[in-house]
């Protein structure tokens, strides 16, 4: 009756209570591979890619002759772009179903995978200097045509040269409601402009404000291309402005199908006001996450392959954690396999490249906080990435570094934001009914001196054009439905 009900629910894509009827069908019977199998599914479906490995694995071995516990766990490895481990568990299918076409195809593509990983491990030693797209553009070359009719920069006080304003950047957003693109000058431009400004920053930056409470800071959470919501966002809270500061906390791309428009307008403000837009890295901002769910090919549409590798250069810049007047700590992911880490070493983190497998570098884009007061110590991820944390591991971790909270993103919320860990850990999640079905709200936070205390504005999506959400997908992905 359990495994009755939960594939009921499953098929009517309710896959949380699915996970839970999954859960005491194994109560009732822990030596069935088809329930560790069908909830390693599930588990898919919530993109608790390491949950799903692990129970894909339990019903291997339970049954080593059972093709579709290789199945999942392949899946889950795929999708982790960890394509050698998906590649074996894909062969063990084939062999065991050959003329199975979904296997057949999800074989091909790792092989694919694998052979263009393995062809850029030979073109590229660890010793070879390699020139940086951003070094290789000349914008004197980027002539802008007279028939063009967007948005343009000024000429700086040279008369030569171009330069953002916050007029400029308003008439980009514009343009880009009305779904027109960016000029490939200004455009490179804004992203050149930007890296400058983001490598000069420690991968730790310290944000002060006023101490008379003259103005605080907006923090936001993940916006994945979500356009038209940003739009609302400083519609409803004010443009950036150095007396309206904002920190966007990671996930600027992918999912969304404005990815582009979200990224671009980040950026730019940015350029306008350096002090006053503040940029953290998220998992998305990472090549694999990018190749997978949507960025790649958004860019190579909308602009050309080139801009996307100036885009993967600003991204390895983007600071990975900040704090607001020494108090709060804000980071994408979360905290860390070890209770020892400092300020200063996340300071010292050399973040300019893709996240390594592990290490601090690697948690603060992927962690998450367990949930509950009463949550103790650390468990492996859901994710197959990072470490869930207890609220013990929160209150150290703050404690030892003289801070009073942790706000962090990456995971949707209901309310679009979650309170936890005896009101230390905030979860910000600024993507409204994301991916135009999860119905959730979205929210921001505001702080000021000297409270310092969090102040939330929830909000509801808005329309957008007719264009779905994951458009621009690779097709790995969307052989995942």
Not at 212 to 225: E, K, N, P, R, S
Not at 440 to 457: D, L, R, V
Request: some cysteine; hydrophobic content about 40%; proline content about 5%.
């Amino acid at each position: 009756a359990a495994k009755a009900e939960a594939n009921a629910l499953f098929q009517q894509k309710h896959y949380a209570k699915a996970l839970e009827a999954y859960d005491r069908a194994i109560q009732l019977n822990a030596n069935n591979a088809v329930y560790f199998a069908n909830r390693a599914f599930a588990h898919i479906r919530l993109e608790e890619l390491g949950s799903a490995v692990a129970d894909a694995t339990e019903a291997i071995r339970i049954d080593p002759t059972y093709a579709k516990g290789y199945y999942r766990r392949g899946s889950a490895n795929m999708l982790m772009g960890k394509f050698k481990l998906a590649l074996k568990d894909f062969k063990q299918v084939a062999r065991a179903n050959p003329k199975d076409p979904d296997a057949r195809k999800k074989l091909a593509e790792c092989e694919k995978e694998v052979r263009r990983i393995n062809f850029e491990l030979a073109i590229g030693g660890p010793e070879e200097v390699i020139v940086p797209a951003s070094d290789t553009i000349d914008l004197d070359t980027m002539a802008v045509d007279s028939s063009y009719d967007g948005p343009r920069m000024e000429f700086a006080e040279d008369g030569e040269t171009y330069r953002a304003t916050p007029e400029f950047v308003r008439q980009m957003m514009a343009g880009f409601r009305d779904q027109k693109l960016l000029h490939r000058r200004f455009a490179f431009q804004i992203l050149l402009e930007a890296r400058k400004i983001l490598m000069a920053l420690p991968s730790l930056v310290d944000v002060r404000l006023p101490e008379d409470g003259a103005h605080g800071i907006t923090v936001c959470g993940d916006t994945h291309g979500q356009f038209y919501d940003l739009l609302n966002i400083f519609e409803m809270n004010g443009e950036p402005s150095p007396t309206n500061p904002y920190l966007f906390n990671g996930d600027f791309v992918d999912r969304g199908s404005w990815s582009c428009e979200v990224i671009m307008t980040l950026l730019a403000w940015k350029v306008v006001y350096p002090d006053s837009m503040h940029l953290t890295r998220g998992n998305h901002e990472t090549k694999g996450m990018n190749r997978l769910y949507g960025f790649d090919g958004e860019v190579k549409h909308k602009y050309t392959d080139l801009m996307l590798d100036v885009f993967r250069e600003v991204f390895q810049a983007l600071p990975l954690a900040y704090t607001l007047h020494g108090r709060v700590f804000v980071c994408h992911g979360g905290l860390f396999s070890r209770d020892d880490v400092t300020l200063d070493e996340i300071r010292a983190i050399d973040r300019f490249s893709e996240p390594p497998d592990e290490g601090i570098f690697t948690e603060l884009l992927w962690s998450d906080p367990q949930s509950g007061d009463d949550s103790r110590g650390r468990e492996a991820s859901k994710r197959g990435v990072g470490v869930q944390f207890g609220s013990d591991v929160t209150a150290r971790f703050l404690d030892n570094n003289g801070l009073d909270l942790l706000v962090r993103s990456h995971e949707v919320k209901d309310e679009g934001y979650e309170v936890d860990h005896f009101g230390r850990c905030i979860t910000i999640f600024s993507a409204p009914n994301y991916v135009d079905s999860a119905e959730n709200k979205a929210a921001f936070i505001h702080f000021s001196m000297p409270e310092m205390k969090p102040n939330f504005t929830q909000f509801d999506a808005v329309w957008h054009p007719d264009v779905q959400p994951m458009a621009y997908a690779s097709n790995m992905f969307n052989m995942f439905g």
